[in-house]
T-cell receptor
Framework: KQEVTQIPAALSVPEGENLVLNCSFT??????LQWFRQDPGKGLTSLLL?????REQTSGRLNASLDKSSGRSTLYIAASQPGDSATYLC????????????FGSGTRLQVQP | DGGITQSPKYLFRKEGQNVTLSCEQN?????MYWYRQDPGQGLRLIYY???????QKGDIAEGYSVSREKKESFPLTVTSAQKNPTAFYLC????????????FGPGTRLTVT
């Protein structure tokens, strides 16, 4: 059974820092991986999707990498801002069978002004 | 605007009552999903549907029921058999081909006392 782990569970940084969020998964047979952002009491917003054949994806100040064979992904946030404060979730989709996502528990990020 | 709507945003019920959560999408997606989120945790899959008139149990289906009579709609009923129904419920949809990228609604917070 696929398990997804996110480290650290919480992170507090001063504004302007570059930071890395980590995601690991136990079964490398994935179709793709998605990173989401969730603000308190809200739904999820898709940030980046990396297909299993890709190594990384970029959107603005965000860069996500994928090492499928080692079961790891990282989300890099450049020049963090207070508006980046939120919970970041990663989720993997299997490459066979049901195509629903398996989620990690998230990293709660606080960027201090 | 294309998107996913969930209603109501907040729902309060007495123990022993069934309650139905609404989910509607106008993205023309074939697949729809229901997830449950408990405080400080990731999302867990309740039910999913790949096509109209077909749905499958997820990891925590006990005490829940769904229907998929229309492509746009995927309501979730929380029955009195669900032992711990208080949670945040999220609906999502995706295509069934290519990226399967999932989009989420704003969620319904259910409180049962």
């Amino acid at each position: 059974k696929q398990e997804v782990t996110q480290i650290p569970a919480a992170l507090s940084v001063p504004e302007g820092e570059n930071l890395v969020l980590n995601c690991s998964f136990t079964d490398s047979a994935i179709y793709n991986l998605q990173w989401f952002r969730q603000d308190p009491g809200k739904g999820l917003t898709s940030l980046l999707l990396i297909q299993s054949s890709q190594r990384e994806q970029t959107s603005g100040r965000l860069n996500a990498s994928l090492d499928k064979s080692s079961g790891r992904s990282t989300l890099y946030i450049a020049a963090s801002q207070p508006g980046d404060s939120a919970t970041y979730l990663c989720a993997v989709r299997p490459d066979t069978g049901r195509r629903a996502l398996t989620f990690g528990s998230g990293t709660r990020l606080q960027v201090q002004p | 605007d294309g998107g996913i709507t969930q209603s109501p945003k907040y729902l309060f019920r007495k123990e022993g009552q069934n309650v139905t959560l609404s989910c509607e999408q106008n993205l023309n997606h074939d697949a729809m999903y229901w997830y449950r989120q408990d405080p400080g945790q990731g999302l867990r899959l309740i039910y999913y549907s790949q096509i109209v008139n077909d749905f499958q149990k997820g990891d925590i289906a006990e005490g829940y029921s769904v229907s998929r009579e229309k492509k746009e709609s995927f309501p979730l009923t929380v029955t009195s058999a669900q032992k711990n129904p208080t949670a945040f419920y999220l609906c999502a949809s995706s295509t069934r081909t290519e990226s399967y990228e999932q989009y989420f609604g704003p969620g319904t917070r259910l409180t049962v006392t």
